[in-house]
């Protein structure tokens, strides 16, 4: 081991050694966070040796960002967590400004990881056109635990000339023998793309074409990834520079997918977002032993501070991830839903009568709580879920909205999706994070709120329904 990695770890265990993640007023019952310090993407997803993995971009020095390392956690029911420390530390030449974005390939007993190295080299350069590398790296693993040296693979200087220096976030998977990658990409005319390579046997690489829309859809793409569910292929990427819409792409960056058509093309008017909530970005999904495709997305917003802030940073931690969803096809439409082991955390279960106009029951805000409500008929102008005021959650004339109190909102005003007819709600509330599933999973709001008291009284109204209530159990995190 290297004097510098030697370094980071000590310095990174002296600050792990104080962080208590059951400490703290936000601190999260079922939604995976950092020990200390910042968390932003999901990398590595999988399923490997009985175990699931989970790394994060993470960065421990500075709860506002700053030097990327890949943080760890792995799990046997996806309920409860140990959290494994740090995999990937920024200490080679490849890397040391950063370890950026990835993803795991499992094959014969070992674990493979591609990820992008980042270096800026000092000097008057803009770090689009000039003064970044980003190679691609690679590092493989008997046990997914300990990892053996990185490796270039794609060096930057083999990428394609009409591409900026903004390459990164490899996603690699098998389909008939090959092996296949996905890079995310802007163009030198500030149009997002996508760099799609195959290999032969996971370390030579090679070209094969570009993705792209044909008008730009946004300047840049990051996080892609690209799968086949119920027999279509997908394209997800993570956009940055579309305009914001009264119902579409609100916030700063989106996130979203394409059917990728039969000539391996995508078009903009086919793209969905993943999530209406304020805070979803850069997601990525892999596949388990029982076959799901999961998915679980960063829980959170990169430059969005100027409009919302969270109130974590006072903890001295910021951001989450999602909970594993799963994902299916219905019209073409991919429906997420929370994985079914996440019903592990269900307390004593409440039936919610629907007889009254004003259903009420009040809350335990810092356990955590699990809503269903189904057959939703409509009764009112409107139908709303009403936590103590400080989550408002309305639909109306076939559009939802989720909106927050100032203080709860920390800047968060409100979001609006058009929905169809409203049939059914899984609401699952953590201390500080809210996540809304709509019509069976096809229309989902992820957001971090922050009530100013731990009890609320949940009010449902202008509906009748089959309701029912759980608190949870908060999931269990090892050191
Ligand atoms: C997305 C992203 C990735 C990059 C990583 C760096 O949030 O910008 O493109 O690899 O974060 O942390």
Known sequence: MSTLTKVLEKNVAEIEKNADMTEGRFRLGHHLMPPMGWLNDPNGLCWYKGRYHVFFQYAPFDVEGGLKFWGHYTSEDL??????????????????HGVYSGSAFTEHGKMHLFFTGN???????????????????????????????????????????NFTCHIRDP???????????????????????????????????????????????????????????????FLSISPQGLKREEFRFQNVYQSGYFPVKEDGSVSAEDFQEWDKGFDFYAPQTFVDNKG???????????????????????????????????LTVRDGKILQNPAKELEGLRKEKTILYDEKTIMEVRVEVNEGFDLVLEEINVTGSSFQISMGGQMIFKYENNIAELGFSEVSGAGRTKRRAKTGELKNIRLLADTSA???????????????YYPDRDDLQLKIMGGKFRGNFWNLRKMIFTK
């Open 119 to 161: 270096v800026k080299i000092d000097g008057d350069y803009d770090y689009i056109n000039e003064g970044r590398e980003t190679s691609t790296l690679h590092v493989e693993s008997e046990d997914g635990i300990h990892f053996g040296d990185k490796e270039e693979v794609i060096s930057f200087e083999k990428y394609p000339e």
């Open 171 to 233: 996603k690699v998977w098998k389909e008939n023998d090959k092996y296949y990658m996905v890079l995310g990409g802007r163009l030198k005319e500030d149009k997002g793309a996508v760099l799609f390579y195959s290999s032969e046997n996971l370390r030579e690489w090679k070209f094969e074409r570009t993705i792209t829309t044909s008008e730009a859809f946004g300047y840049m793409w990051e996080c892609p990834d690209y799968f086949e569910l119920d027999g279509q292929k």
């Open 79 to 96: 309920v409860d967590w140990k959290y494994e420390g740090t995999a990937l530390y920024p200490d080679s030449p490849y890397d040391c």
């Open 434 to 448: 809210v996540e809304i599933y709509l019509n069976d999973g096809e229309t989902v709001f992820s957001t971090r």
């Open 292 to 326: 799901r495709r999961l998915l679980i997305g960063w829980m959170g917003m990169p430059d969005a501070e100027d409009e919302y802030v969270n109130k974590t940073i006072d903890e001295g931690w910021q951001h989450c991830l999602t909970i594993p969803r799963e």
